[in-house]
């Protein structure tokens, strides 16, 4: 009775964050570790939005075991779950969601039907639905916006019709925990359905609220929750899986909640999602933040080494951060690498982990110590390079006080090597000016960030940025000892990923236009 499910929609909610793309592959990879993490419910997609959708859903439900696999169907549209059921055929435990919106703002706007019309869509969608597999989860969008006389009767109808889990969604962001304790009184009133069905919550941070939100849900007696890692997702972001996961175990255990979550995966999952999207967080970001345990009070020496101090309501080392760091040296063998590379969760064939190998020896003839972070950026890299349009071979970049900055570029573009020179206002400035001259793309720069990947002044800097062309938004990283280099490498991923987008419509989740056609 106090299990408490992890929904875990990074991959179908949480990618809708501005400017996050990520690769068939990068899916399947993200897929593995949320795997590992130990989710109930994984969503895995809305395979009717693109062929690109359905690719990801398809390889996931081949390849990835353990979690219930959900895909999203649009109530609107019978086709979707036609190709949801052709997506996601392998998968071991199925459920599809489906959903209508509710509140008269998203309903008039979105559906342009009668509350009654939407409630009877609802009942056809969940028995399209059923026709799949007989676990199917039924969401009510923008529902604590709607009204408590159209919510109970469709949340009836939707449990008569067999739905399996009601999902309440808070899709604006805007309830507060008042507003749930309402909500779920009545529906535990006057529907009965506890005893049949899971309820479900799903909220966005829009007001900051939403881990609040998610946990007086779970007090109201939902025995799911929607959410996605770091908390990304669309504007202000998603119920973040680390946080709601913390709360309930730190403070759920009186209350007789768990959840099947492995603490020790958080971190790791946390910073996998972080380089794959590009989105990165504030250092005071609670559960993993930069800042998250660092304590700067002056507290006296403890007494016993094993007493907890006075400020500690939960451990670092419990949610998988390491106190030591790991790192390899110039000096590590092909095996030990392996080893590593293995221990991070990357799975690498033998020509990739050669390669992989050779990229090591590099860096760390460079910078003598290589941490985990470069290597994960290491691997990350090779990867991105292999389905690339755009390759940078080489860049030499002269500026000072004196020069006018320039910069010789040669690119490899569609496997012709081209090169060129241009100057800018600054090395960087110089740089993206001529590989955008070369690849004849000129995207907006719309923002810039440099890190160090570790600590040191030999650290590799982490260049983050977005870059948008014709309202397309993209997130790109790369790292390289040289700031320079590593802006250059980042651009080049950015242009590679808007390469890979701009051709390709995405349906919404919302608008009825029909589903892109597979070959069903
Ligand atoms: O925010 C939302 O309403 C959603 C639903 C599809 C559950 O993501
Ligand atoms: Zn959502």
Redesign the pocket.
Same mark, same amino acid.
């Given at each position: 009775m106090g299990h408490i499910q992890i929904f875990e929609?990074t991959l179908? !909610?949480g990618i809708k964050s501005p400017g996050t793309i990520l690769t068939v592959e990068e899916k399947v990879r993200l897929a593995k570790q949320l795997a590992r993490l130990g989710v109930d419910v994984l969503e895995i997609g809305f395979p009717a939005a693109s062929e690109e959708q359905y690719g990801a859903v398809e390889r996931i439900a081949r390849e990835v075991r353990g979690p219930v696999m959900a895909v999203?169907a649009r109530a609107t549209n019978p086709r979707d779950f036609e190709i949801a059921a052709r997506a996601f055929k392998d998968a071991e435990r199925k459920r599809i969601?489906t959903?209508v919106p509710v509140s008269r703002q998203y309903r008039e706007h979105f559906l342009k039907k009668s509350a009654e019309e939407a409630l009877e869509l609802a009942v056809s969608a969940i028995k399209m639905a059923k026709d799949i597999t007989s676990d199917v989860e039924f969401?009510l969008? !923008?529902v604590f916006r709607g009204a408590p006389e159209e919510v109970i009767p469709l949340v009836k109808a939707a449990i008569q019709s067999g739905a399996t889990s009601i999902?309440l969604? !808070?899709?604006v962001g805007y309830t507060t925990p008042a507003d749930i304790h309402q909500l779920f009184g009545k529906l535990k009133e006057e529907t009965g359905g506890s005893d049949k069905v899971t309820f479900s919550i799903?909220c966005?941070n829009d007001l900051g609220l939403a881990v609040a939100n998610s946990l007086a849900a779970v007090m109201e007696g939902a025995r799911q929750v929607?959410c996605t890692v770091n908390g990304i997702g669309e504007r202000a972001g998603n119920t973040a899986l680390e946080e709601i996961v913390a709360a309930i175990n730190t403070r759920g255990s009186s209350a007789g909640w768990s959840t099947q979550i492995q603490l020790n995966q958080i971190y790791p999952t946390s910073r996998l999602v972080k380089r794959l999207t590009g989105i990165t967080m504030q250092p005071h970001k609670p559960i993993v933040g930069a800042n998250a345990f660092i304590c700067e009070t002056a507290v006296p020496q403890l007494a016993d080494a094993k007493e907890k101090p006075p400020y500690q309501i939960m451990s670092a080392e419990m949610l998988g951060i390491s106190s030591t760091v790991d790192f390899l040296t110039t000096d590590a063998g092909f095996d030990a690498f392996k080893t590593r590379v293995a221990e991070l969760g990357f799975e690498l064939d033998q020509e990739r982990l050669q390669q992989c190998y050779e990229d090591f020896q590099e860096l760390a003839n460079k910078k003598e110590i290589v941490f985990d972070a470069d290597l994960e950026f290491l691997v990350g890299a090779r990867a991105a390079m292999e389905s690339a349009r755009y390759r940078l071979l080489y860049l030499n970049v002269t500026a000072g006080s004196i020069s006018v900055p320039n910069a010789t570029v040669q690119l490899e573009v569609d496997g012709l090597i081209v090169q060129d020179a241009g100057f800018g206002h600054g090395p960087v400035d110089a740089a993206f000016k001529t590989i955008c001259k070369m690849t004849n793309r000129f995207p907006r720069l719309v923002r810039y960030e440099v890190n160090a990947v570790t600590p040191g002044t030999d650290a590799q800097g982490e260049v983050t940025l977005r870059l948008e062309e014709n309202g397309q938004l993209v997130n790109a990283r790369a790292a390289d000892t040289d700031i320079v280099l590593a802006s250059a490498k980042a651009l080049i991923d950015g242009l590679n990923k808007l390469e890979s987008v701009l051709d390709q419509p995405v349906i919404s989740?919302y608008t009825d236009v029909e589903s892109w056609m597979p070959r069903l």
């Open positions: 929609t179908r !909610d999203l969601h959903f969401s969008v !923008d999902n969604a !808070d899709t799903h966005h929607h989740e």
